[in-house]
């Protein structure tokens, strides 16, 4: 029996039609004007800029975090990569995207008032979730999965410089101690500072030999980001098992801490063979 040409059209079918790509381009065109051009918030210029153009101009201003600038390229490469596999998927519209898109909005508005920026990164995420969602459907957003969440380092943490760095502080330079104290060089450590054991018979007083103090900036979280970048990307592209990806991305953890380590016992000898204004870094530019 020939099929009822009244019948209502398949959604399969209607999510491709013209509808569905004019609404694809309007949604871009608003996340255009909201994230590059509207006047977001201050920063710390003094002016307001929008969300993106203060991203930019922050995260060139400070060096640690500039590896942010990055990953928009290497997100858009992930992208590319399955650009064959997305081809095949049809565009299913699932209005479950309308749920991240209005919690974007709300972040987005409550950053605005607070005129802070990190409230609107997370809009960036949620609004993205909620166009793949949207227009695209689950199977999109399945395949967009990890390139969308690996977008999420593209945003400067900078309030996670300190809460995290303050319990990594003390206990580098407590590793750092009893490193030293086994390889023959008595050491010490009071909270984050690293100081070098009193040394009666020489004459030595605490700190004579050398005296450090691990700050924020040197506690490990600046690299601590980046090598969870790198171990989140190679574990993406190299590894196949999800129980790999998950080991190698935590593995960024002991091995921030220990290259910091690492870097504390180096400038501790560094200061007592060359001297500690040269090891530390204070004779340059002289």
Do not use: H
Request: charged fraction near 15%; glycine fraction near 10%.
């Amino acid at each position: 029996m020939p099929a009822d040409s009244s019948s209502p059209v398949p959604p399969a079918t209607l999510s491709g039609t013209t509808a569905w790509r004019v609404a694809a381009g309007a949604l871009g065109v608003i996340f255009v004007v909201m994230f590059l051009a509207w006047p977001y918030q201050e920063w710390e210029f003094g002016y307001r800029m929008s969300v993106l153009g203060g991203w930019f101009k922050w995260v060139t201003k400070y060096a640690d975090w500039m590896f942010c600038l990055f990953v928009p390229v290497i997100t858009g490469g992930l992208v590319w990569l399955r650009r064959a596999e997305l081809r095949g998927i049809p565009w299913l519209g699932d209005w479950m995207g309308a749920v991240p898109l209005v919690l974007g909005l709300f972040f987005y508005w409550l950053g605005f008032k607070a005129n802070t920026g990190y409230p609107a990164f997370l809009a960036i995420q949620l609004m993205l979730a909620g166009f793949i969602l949207l227009i695209g459907g689950r199977e999109w957003m399945r395949a967009l999965f990890f390139p969308w969440l690996f977008l999420f380092f593209a945003w400067p943490m900078q309030p996670l410089e300190d809460s995290v760095a303050s319990p990594l502080r003390p206990r580098t330079a407590a590793m750092a101690a009893t490193l030293l104290t086994i390889l023959g060089t008595p050491a010490q450590n009071e909270g984050s500072a690293l100081q070098s054991a009193p040394d009666a018979a020489a004459g030595l007083e605490r700190g004579a030999a050398f005296s450090l103090d691990v700050d924020a900036k040197c506690s490990g979280i600046n690299s601590l980001f980046v090598l969870m970048m790198i171990s989140a990307l190679l574990g993406y592209l190299a590894l196949r098992s999800v129980r790999s990806r998950v080991l190698l991305f935590v593995a960024a953890v002991p091995l921030a801490v220990a290259g910091n380590v690492v870097r504390l016992l180096l400038l501790a000898f560094g200061s007592m063979w060359v001297g500690s204004d040269f090891a530390v870094g204070k004779r340059i530019g002289d």
